[in-house]
């Protein structure tokens, strides 16, 4: 259930009427593309889907389904996918399924999230043994460390951490494939860049990861 903190005036103040701008097509496409080098197929559950853009490219190749605790995104994201993807609100940490899913996505959703172990273990129980958790995370170390921190703005990030406090949240249950750097920038209110790039995993502002639930 939304606590009101994620509602409509939160997408306007922090992305100041842009969201869909500053989320383009081609962002979702790369993660799309990492994700179909190991899996090509079967249940999906994007956690926190917002407007529900990652699952309009993702249901051309999986049964889709999106929670997130904003009942304001979930209209936003109703309007646009076909009725036989399941929307549903709910928060990390309680979520439910009768099936385990094959892939579990989580986009800059756990530095929200205070309770960190309630939500490593939901995601746990939702996914089926050899299924996959693709997340990505902001990350406040490195060469550009400094420059993430001054101008996140959002107060509701409660977890400003670097890259390897999550590689190690991750490999404590999962069994982590891969690791990408995501270089991500909005600028001049009007043109965003997202480009995933395994070389600059150690530099980038945020981390793509790829783990594997144990069999």
Not at 150 to 167: C, G, I, K, N, Q
Not at 181 to 192: A, E, I, Q
Not at 196 to 215: G, N, Y
């Amino acid at each position: 259930m939304s606590n009101g903190l994620f509602e409509t005036n939160y997408f306007l103040n922090q992305y100041q009427g842009n969201y869909r701008r500053r989320n383009p097509p081609y962002k979702w496409r790369a993660f799309l593309k990492v994700i179909l080098r190991f899996r090509q197929s079967g249940r999906l559950l994007d956690v926190g889907c917002a407007y529900g853009l990652f699952l309009l490219e993702a249901q051309r190749y999986f049964v889709c389904s999106g929670s997130d605790i904003s009942h304001h995104a979930l209209e936003e994201a109703r309007k646009i996918l076909p009725p036989e993807v399941n929307l549903f609100p709910g928060a990390l940490g309680s979520l439910s399924s009768d099936r385990p899913y094959d892939v579990i996505t989580c986009f800059d959703v756990l530095e929200h999230i205070p309770d960190l172990e309630i939500a490593w273990e939901n995601l746990e129980r939702l996914l089926r043994p050899g299924g996959l958790l693709v997340l990505t995370v902001p990350v406040y170390d490195g060469p550009l460390g400094w420059l993430v921190n001054r101008l996140d703005t959002d107060p509701t990030h409660v977890h400003r951490r670097e890259r390897a406090f999550w590689l190690e949240q991750v490999g404590r249950r999962f069994s982590i494939r891969d690791v990408l750097g995501v270089w991500r920038f909005f600028f001049l209110k009007r043109f965003y860049l997202n480009w995933v790039s395994r070389p600059a995993r150690h530099l980038a502002t945020a981390i793509l990861v790829v783990a594997e639930k144990p069999s």
